[in-house]
């Protein structure tokens, strides 16, 4: 992505729900160190409301970030895209500039950082659970890491085929299973995108997860049930929370910068200063 000039001053992360969200909270910290005189709030915002919301927006508009249901809307909006939006057909960043509407998705990155912080940089086999944008771009970030099979469990198996095509372009061979029967230590290395509650009913017994190493995208609550099942079975496993805060630094490199490439002044600081915000240990690397 070639270097772009972002304009205005005000910021706010869309979605529905939004109520829980900490990206208000991870931005305003990380303005607060890099001395940005920025505002960022959040609005509920769904599918129905989108097209109202985002032509309410004023020339003061720097940015979005966006998360369910509308990041699909976001990258429709966008006239530029990173290759990670187009590989999953959603965007949880916009950047508004001269030259246009900027979209990118740094849930990918977030992901590979989450994990990388965990000492887990490369694998050949996964599973993940669920089947939404977010799985899309597990998909994406473990194929960043070596991955080439993938055991995907959802409630559905034939919603498996909304993913296989991505998978393909990937180099991922898929193999579609259902969340009765949760994977007992085949893999490696286990992404759940299953949000909080939608875990209540999975039948998971102990030393499902031993010797796994899991990343949980969800954080509200935390632990989550797969986490806590996880480090019971002796496996820490990453938190949403962390892969927010590293997404959340893509997205301020492309706010401030024009790219998500081109690292932030005193960067292992602001960073720092985000994980602990949200009470999570700083990443020893």
Not at 210 to 230: E, T
């Amino acid at each position: 992505m070639s270097r772009i000039e972002p304009h205005g001053d005000v910021l706010a992360v869309w979605g529905s729900p939004i109520g829980h969200s900490r990206s208000p909270l991870l931005h305003r910290t990380a303005y607060d160190v890099l001395g940005l005189d920025w505002s960022y709030g959040r609005r509920e915002v769904d599918e129905t409301g989108f097209a109202t919301a985002f032509a309410q927006r004023t020339p003061r508009w720097r940015g979005l970030s966006l998360t369910m249901p509308v990041k699909s809307l976001a990258f429709a909006a966008a006239d530029r895209r990173d290759r990670t939006s187009e590989l999953t057909g959603a965007s949880n960043t916009l950047a508004f500039t001269d030259e246009g509407i900027v979209a990118a998705n740094t849930d990918v990155a977030g992901m590979v950082l989450a994990l990388a912080d965990r000492g887990v940089t490369s694998a050949g086999s996964a599973a993940v659970l669920g089947g939404g944008a977010t799985a899309a771009s597990a998909l994406c970030a473990l194929a960043a890491i070596g991955v080439t099979e993938v055991a995907l469990y959802l409630r559905n198996a034939r919603r498996a085929a909304e993913l296989t095509p991505l998978a393909d372009r990937l180099g991922i061979a898929l193999s579609p299973r259902t969340l009765d029967a949760l994977p007992s230590g085949d893999e490696p290395l286990l992404v759940s995108t299953l949000p909080g509650p939608a875990q209540t009913d999975l039948e998971l017994s102990p030393g499902r997860f031993r010797g796994v190493a899991v990343l949980d995208v969800a954080y509200d609550p935390w632990p989550s049930r797969i986490a806590a099942l996880a480090a019971a079975d002796g496996s820490s496993a990453a938190s949403g929370l962390d892969m927010l805060v590293h997404q959340a630094v893509a997205q301020i490199r492309l706010f401030l910068a024009g790219t998500p490439d081109e690292r932030l002044p005193d960067e292992a600081a602001v960073t720092a200063a985000m994980f602990r915000a949200v009470g999570r240990p700083v990443p020893a690397r």
